[in-house]
């Protein structure tokens, strides 16, 4: 049922959604929605902060150290709220305990992730956000390109574009950068390490920044000499099928159809065993969040998604190669935000 239903409400207690809903950024807070009405509560330290951000639309009670109780239930009471439904993803055990005994005689029902629904469409706003975002991520990507050298450390590449990030306007990673030297490139989710980058080496840069709290994320894989025939083939397989994605991908085909736009290209080279996680994602607030481009994704594909094309082919103990483009769904396709060349003759790079 609709949580819209008489007597019923939506506690959000998810900091992301939090921030999507006010604007709020403080680490306490909490939302009631009912019906309508959205009553936001926070403690007295973040009184003036509370004042500045929440919209005028939103009921905001600001409480002292152990008052919170009271101003809650009386909320509750207010609106004779029987059932309340709780963001399931977002609460431990133990606070899940704590709000029962706090709601009752209300009963906790879990939601269904419906403020993650609202923001998996973006506003004009957000696209702009994450184009800028994206913009600052290339520019720290060219930079630490530039600090590519023999005997660089991953970990050393991984510190750089923290650094870089920071004094180009990014207040932050979107993720911990992944930099794989040679067949550590053939590790999806490779943990970077103290190994030196050697001459001929491939390498794997998975990246991405924050900027006014919303995420980029982009990969590259680089050739340090002229790739071998089964380097070449392999790259160009994956390019193919990510170019072959963005040209087809439309508004409402399930997640797991892009998914297969990809997959049944990379199978019909025979490397479908080496294509081993999913296509893409949503991203925002969060890095990863809806929709999901994967195998087993019912997740319906709209205008106003910002989504990841990220195909990639792994041969273990040998090499790995992951192309990865952001960009929006539009009635019309799929909008590029991601500028970085990426044909093969594009991605061999001269080491220092």
Known sequence: ??????????????????????????????????????????????????????????????YKKGEFEEAFKKILKKHKVSKIHFEADHLTLTSLRTWRKLSSPAKLIPGRREIEAMRAKKTKEEIRLLTASQRINEQVFYSALKLLKTGVTEKEI??????????????????????????ASAVPHHQNTNRKLTKGDMILVDMGVKYKGYCSDMTRTLFTKAPTAEQAKV????????????????????????????????????????????????????????????????????AGMIVTIEPGIYLPNKFGVRIEDMGVLTKSGFENFTKIPKELKDSIIKLK
């Not at 008489?6 to 999507?20: F, G, V």
């Not at 929605?33 to 004042?51: N, P």
């Not at 991984?158 to 930099?179: Q, V």
């Open 235 to 302: 790259y160009e397989t994956v390019l193919n099928a990510q170019k072959h994605t963005i040209n087809h991908l439309k508004t409402g085909i399930t997640g797991h159809k892009a998914w297969r736009l990809a997959a049944d290209i990379i199978t019909s080279e025979g490397y479908g065993e080496n294509f081993t996680h999913g296509l893409g994602h949503g991203t925002g607030l969060q890095i990863h969040e809806s929709p999901s481009l994967a195998p087993k994704s019912r997740d319906k594909i709209e």
């Open 1 to 62: 049922m609709s949580i819209d239903s008489h007597k019923r409400a939506l506690l959000i207690t998810s900091q992301y959604n939090i921030k999507y809903l006010s604007g709020f950024t403080g680490s306490k807070a909490t939302i009631l929605k009912i019906r309508e009405a959205y009553y936001f509560f926070t403690d007295s330290r973040y009184e003036g902060e509370a004042s500045k951000v929440i919209p005028k639309s939103f009921h905001i009670s600001i």
């Open 158 to 183: 991984a510190w750089k574009i923290r650094i870089l990030a920071h004094d180009l306007g990014a207040e932050d990673l979107s993720f911990e950068p992944i930099i794989a030297f040679g067949k």
